[in-house]
């Protein structure tokens, strides 16, 4: 009960003058003492459904679909990161952000005559209960899209799958190897299929946590370029990342609000992933400063390297020719060190591993002296009583 009682028509009519009647186009009737329901601050017309966490202003649906789909229209216009005629492989892993993106761009690009050729680019890691599960989005939205789809896999182009790597390199550094191979993969199956540059998912959130996270690992090349909304301009597939303004909360109300269909399941492998650290440090920051995701993204756009500090130069690597500031790039590296037994080897300083290869010697002597301090670490130990 909320106390009031209406006791003839004459107060019936009196509380729906003062408070709306339902059909009157003022909102549905409300109580004495009840707050006043909340107007769209764009149309104020419609009801709100939602405060928007970016930038506070209370929307209702439509106003919000409508201003989040003009934000990323307005990205992709004031970065140029398309051109009329480019083929785009969009990286769909069947999650929130490649699934908006999936559909956004298609959207965007009839209704603002991008003239751009779209595709899907999977790439299947080999992770039994996950990536099969994602992939199985990617198909459904596949069909709903009506964009061409291509996976390439770990297993075809490595001869490795995530489960199999797992099971000889364990939970501690399985990250390192599944970041590197599916940054290359992105990049091979995108040449395969002639794409022109690769569009990926990262949001607002992303590029904060990678700023934060190369800023306390010290990593100053990846540091400067992080922030990047386009990369790969000195040679290698360019990449673009159209969301790169959104918040993550925003992408999945508008997932919610279109109705799209998308795998939510983190990597069964992940828990223990550095990025997973620093991302629950920057939702404490956030929750004290909700500025927090804009503040680190403006900090890597505006960063600056002073000009005595020694920055890697790109070249290519002389077994697979992909993009490298070493001889041998780092997914090279990482296969010899599976191929040879020693996963471990690729994962720390690389120099020892690639003078021995780039010299034609048989490394395993050496890479075995390394391994043995860390195996006698993780072995038993005798004990004197």
Known sequence: M??????DARDRRGLQGSFGAAGSGRGPPRWPGMPAPVLCASCGSRRAALRRPKTGQALCRECFVTAFEAEVHGTVVSARLFQPGETVAIGASGGKDSTVLAHVLRLLNERHGYG?????????EGIAGYRDDSLAAVRRNQGRLGLPLHVVSYQ?????SMDRIVRHVGLKNNCTFCGVFRRQALDRGAALLGADKIATGHNADDIAETVLMNFLRGDVGRLRRCADIL???EGQLPRCKPLKHAYEKEIVLYAYFQGLDYFSTEC???PNAYRGHTRALLKDLEATRPSTVADLVHSGERLAVREDVRMPTQGTCQRCGYLSSQPLCKACL????LNRGLPRLGIGKPSRLQKALLGGEKPETSLREEEGPWQAKRGPRAIDF
């Open 116 to 124: 751009l050729r779209l595709l899907l680019l999977s790439v299947d």
């Open 2 to 7: 909320l106390g009031v009682v209406v006791s």
């Open 156 to 160: 075809e182009l490595y001869g490795w």
């Open 231 to 233: 990369t790969g301009s």
């Open 334 to 337: 990482l296969l010899e060190g």
């Open 268 to 270: 069964v492998y992940s």
